[in-house]
């Protein structure tokens, strides 16, 4: 999920040649299979805090691994575990 996340952005804001470094970047990357404990935790995260699918699978895999989730991403605020980096405004 959050390979696709990023690479949705990538394509949005980053130049190809940026992108291309990311993506080489995300290669060495630890991917985590959603499995079914993960799932039924996002599903109690999305309800209880009105996450979005996508949103509720990387919160709840990062709390499964007892791991912060760093992100920019402002419906995160407040969450147990999160750090919130806000985005640089051009």
């Given at each position: 999920?959050?390979?696709?996340?990023?690479?949705?952005w990538?394509?949005?804001e980053?130049?190809?040649?940026?992108?291309?470094?990311?993506?080489a970047?995300?290669?060495?990357?630890?991917?985590?299979?959603?499995?079914?404990?993960?799932?039924?935790?996002?599903?109690?995260?999305?309800?209880?805090?009105?996450?979005?699918?996508?949103?509720?699978?990387?919160?709840?895999?990062?709390?499964?691994?007892?791991?912060?989730?760093?992100?920019?991403?402002?419906?995160?605020?407040?969450?147990?575990?999160?750090?919130?980096?806000?985005?640089?405004?051009?």
């Amino acid at each position: 999920m959050v390979q696709l996340e990023l690479s949705k952005w990538l394509r949005r804001e980053v130049d190809p040649e940026r992108a291309g470094e990311v993506a080489a970047f995300m290669e060495k990357c630890v991917v985590v299979p959603l499995d079914t404990t993960i799932a039924l935790l996002a599903a109690e995260l999305s309800a209880s805090a009105k996450l979005a699918t996508a949103d509720a699978v990387i919160y709840a895999t990062a709390r499964h691994h007892r791991a912060s989730l760093l992100t920019s991403d402002a419906h995160f605020i407040g969450l147990p575990d999160v750090v919130h980096v806000p985005k640089l405004r051009a």
